[in-house]
C-alpha cells in the first residue's frame, strides 16, 4: 500500500467535533487507498496550559520534566483520533513517540529525531490496521526519557515520518487553505499557489509567513518529501491546498513566486566603532549569546578616524533584529562596551521599522529584480533603510507604517496576482 | 537508605498549591532519612474530563485507546510534582508507567500487576536522586501497550511499589485523617482508631468505609505491607493517622473495632423457586453475566410444593445488591425465567434498604456478638431483614430509615466511644 502522512495542528483537533472532522478526512484517504500515518498536535491551548503549570511550579525548570509533563496534551489527542476513526470503522491505533520509538537526542524541549524504525507500526499495517495516529512533538532519549521537539515540532514529525515511511506525501492541515502570493489580509489581490519550491517555501516561512516551520521544510527538502499544505475546514479534494514540492517539479516558474512582511522589526546601529578584523565577532557573540535573533547586518564602508588614541579606520555596523528583542540587545551591547570588548560612540535604535521582500527562484536567472523592487517602492516614495539580499530573496527594511503599501506595491509590480 | 511509599490522591494534589504542599511533606520524610517513591493520581476532576472525551468520541470504546488517553493525568501531575521537589531542593524524578517499567497483564482497563522490575529506579537513588515520582493507576502489557488498573488504581500502585521496594511502610495520603470506628457524620462518638488489621480493613472497605480501595488492602495483607492512611490538608507529624498492619502486631484488641453500613442496598427474594441441585448457579450464573454485584445470600428452608407439575420441595431466595442495579438483576431473572433456566412464582424487590455491619477480628474468640448486636438493635425496635456472617463481621440488612439510628446504637453497644 502507498502510505501518506496527514498531520492535524491544534486549532484542527481544538475539540471533539473537530476530531471527527479530521478524521473524515483520514477515512476519505484509506478509502483511495492509502495506509495513513496520521501525526497529532495537542488540542489548541492544552500545550499552553501545561507550559503555564511547568512555569508556575518552577520558573527554572528542569528540561527533562517539562518534556514529561507538555507532551501529555498530543498523548490525549492520539487516542481520542484513534478512537473516532474506529467508531467510524477505520481500524486505527495511536502511538506514543516512546512506541514508534521516536528516537531523538537528548537535548530536551529542543531535540532532533535520530532515527524513526519502521518495524513497529509496519507490523500493525501487516496486521490490516490502515491508520497509525502518532503523537506528534515528541520523542525518546537514548536514556528513556521523554523529549519535545520544541515548537511547531508536530509538522517536523509529520516530515520526518513521510521520509522514514517513504511516503507519497505528507499533507500538512492548517487554519489557511495554502501558500498565498502574499497576506490576504494585506492585499485582496493575494492569489493561492498551486505549486511552491521548498527554497522559496523556506524563505517565505523564515520570513513571518508562519504557515510551515522552517525546521519542517528544511527536512522536507532534505529528503525531498512532496508537502502539501491545506485547510482542515474546507472541503478538501485531490487538488486542494499548495504543493510545497522540489524546484525541478515546478516547470516554469515564475521569476517571483511571493511577497513576505515581518512587521515588528528594530534598526540597531553601532555609530561609529573601530574598523578591525574581529570586530564583528565581538558584537554578534555576544548578541548570541543574549539570544538575540540577528537577522539583517550591513556594514558601511568608512574611512574617518576613531578617536586620539585609536588612529585608523572606523566603520557603523547596523543589524535588524525582532522588536521585542531589543532590550536584550541593547544590554548585550552595553555590557561589550563596559567590558572593553567592543567601542562604540552610540547605540541608536529604531523599533519602527518592517521588513518586506521579494521571493523567488527565478531570480537566479533575471537580472533586474532588485532594480524594478526599488524602483517601485521609490515610485510611492518608500524611504529604504537597509538591504539585504540572498540567491532567491530580496528584502528592505522600510517605515512600519508602509508596509502595507510596499506589499501591495510589489506584488502589482511583479504581476503576482495573475496566475502564470 | 530505607525506603517509604507515599501516595496522593486526585483532592491531594488538585491544584498547584496543593501539589506544593504534598511536596513538603515528601521533604520532610527526606530529611527524616528516606528514599521516597510518591505515587502520584491525576488532578481531581482530570481523569474524569478525559474519560468523558473517550466516552464522547466512542461509545464503545477500544480500552487500549481509552487507557492512552486516561493514563495522561497521572503523567502530568508526576511531572509537576517532580518540579515542584526540584524547586525545593530535593533531587527528584518522575517515571512513567512504562519508564520503571510497571508490567501488568493486557486486561485494559483493569490490568493486573506481573512485575516492578527495581533496576531502573534502584540506578537513579543510586545516583543520588532521593525522589521517584510514580505516575499512579497505569502499568504496560507485554504488548507494549499502556494499561490501567481501574478506578482506585493508585492505592494498589503504591502497595505494590511498598512490596516491590521493600518498603518500610507505604503511606497513604487523603482527605480523610484515618480510619473512624464509624462514619463520623453518623455520630460524633466516631473516634480516630490508631491501628486497625488487614482482615478488618477489607471488611470495612468492602463495606463503604471508601478510604481504601479493597484491592490494595488485598495486596498489602499479601505482602505484608504496612500501610498507614493520614491526611494531606493536616500537619502529620509520625503519629499520625491510622495503621493498617498485620493482626500480630495489634496486641489486644477488641472485639469489634467498627461500624460500617452501606446505605443504597436492595434486597430481591425469588419467591417459591424449585429447590434442586443447581437451583443457586442458575440464579447467580445471569446475574454476575449481568454484572450484578450480589452481596448477602440468603436461602429459605421450605417444605411447600412447587406446583402440581413439579412436585417436591421450594424455597424462597433472597439476595442483595446495590440500588443501581436492581434494574439490570431484574432483567436478568425475567430473561432467566422466560428461558427456562428457572422459575419462581414473585419477584419481590425493595430498594429501600441499607446495611449496617460490626467487624472485628476480636470476634473469633468471643462468643455473643451476634446477640448483643440484635439485642441492642431489638431494643430499639429495629426490624432485621436479612443476617449475614463471616467470620469477623456480622451485617444485617434494615429498613433505611433506621440506619442511623442502628450504627449509633450498636457504637455505643460495643464501647467503640472508647479507646481501648
Same sequence: chains 1, 2.
Avoid at 491545506?230 to 521569476?255: A, N, P, R, W, Y
Avoid at 539570544?291 to 574611512?303: F, L
Wanted: with cysteine; aromatic share 6%.
Amino acid at each position: 500500500m502507498p502510505i501518506l502522512v496527514m498531520k492535524f495542528g491544534g486549532t484542527s483537533v481544538a475539540d471533539l467535533d473537530r476530531i471527527a472532522n479530521a478524521a473524515e478526512k483520514v477515512k476519505r484517504e484509506v478509502e483511495r487507498g492509502y495506509d495513513v500515518i496520521v501525526i497529532v498536535s495537542a488540542m489548541s491551548g492544552k500545550t499552553n496550559e501545561l507550559v503555564r503549570w511547568v512555569n508556575e511550579t518552577s520558573p527554572f525548570y528542569d528540561a527533562r520534566e517539562y518534556d514529561a509533563v507538555v507532551s501529555s496534551g498530543e498523548n490525549v489527542t492520539a487516542g481520542l483520533m484513534a478512537l473516532r476513526l474506529q467508531e467510524m470503522g477505520v481500524s486505527a491505533r495511536s502511538w506514543q513517540g516512546w512506541q514508534v520509538p521516536i528516537n531523538t537526542t537528548s537535548a530536551h524541549g529542543a531535540a532532533r529525531f535520530e532515527s524513526i524504525p519502521r518495524e513497529n507500526i509496519d507490523a500493525k499495517f501487516a496486521e490490516g490496521f490502515k491508520v497509525a495516529v502518532v503523537a506528534g512533538f515528541q520523542g525518546l532519549s537514548p536514556e528513556g526519557r521523554i523529549t519535545t521537539l520544541g515548537r511547531g515540532g508536530s509538522d517536523t514529525t509529520a516530515v520526518a515520518f513521510a521520509a522514514a515511511f517513504e511516503a507519497e506525501r505528507c499533507d500538512i492541515y492548517t487554519d489557511v487553505d495554502g501558500i498565498y502570493t502574499t497576506d490576504p489580509r494585506i492585499t485582496s489581490k493575494a492569489r493561492k499557489l498551486d505549486r511552491i519550491s521548498f527554497e522559496e517555501m523556506l524563505e517565505l516561512a523564515s520570513l513571518g509567513a508562519k504557515v510551515l516551520q522552517t525546521r519542517s521544510v528544511e527536512l522536507a527538502m532534505r529528503y525531498k518529501v512532496r508537502l502539501r499544505v491545506l485547510s482542515s475546514f474546507d472541503e478538501t479534494d485531490e487538488t486542494s491546498g499548495t504543493i510545497v514540492c522540489d524546484e525541478e517539479e515546478i516547470m516554469e516558474s515564475k521569476v517571483v513566486s511571493g511577497v513576505a512582511h515581518s512587521r515588528d522589526e528594530a534598526k540597531i546601529t553601532l555609530f561609529t566603532i573601530e574598523d578591525r578584523p574581529g570586530i564583528a565577532a565581538a558584537i554578534f557573540g555576544p548578541l548570541a549569546d543574549a539570544g538575540v535573533n540577528v537577522d539583517m547586518i550591513v556594514q558601511n564602508i568608512s574611512e574617518k578616524d576613531y578617536d586620539d588614541d585609536h588612529p585608523g579606520a572606523v566603520t557603523d555596523m547596523t543589524f535588524s533584529c525582532p522588536v521585542d528583542q531589543v532590550a536584550r540587545a541593547k544590554k548585550a551591547m552595553e555590557e561589550a562596551k563596559a567590558g572593553g570588548k567592543i567601542n562604540y560612540e552610540e547605540l541608536i535604535i529604531d523599533t519602527d521599522v518592517s521588513k518586506v521582500s521579494v521571493v523567488g527562484i527565478g531570480m537566479r536567472s533575471h537580472a533586474g529584480v532588485a532594480a524594478k523592487m526599488f524602483q517601485a517602492l521609490s515610485a510611492d516614495n518608500i524611504n529604504i533603510k537597509v538591504i539585504a539580499t540572498s540567491e532567491i530573496k530580496i528584502s528592505v527594511l522600510i517605515d512600519r507604517r508602509y508596509m502595507e503599501l510596499a506589499v501591495q506595491t510589489l506584488h502589482d509590480a511583479f504581476g503576482l496576482d495573475r496566475a502564470s
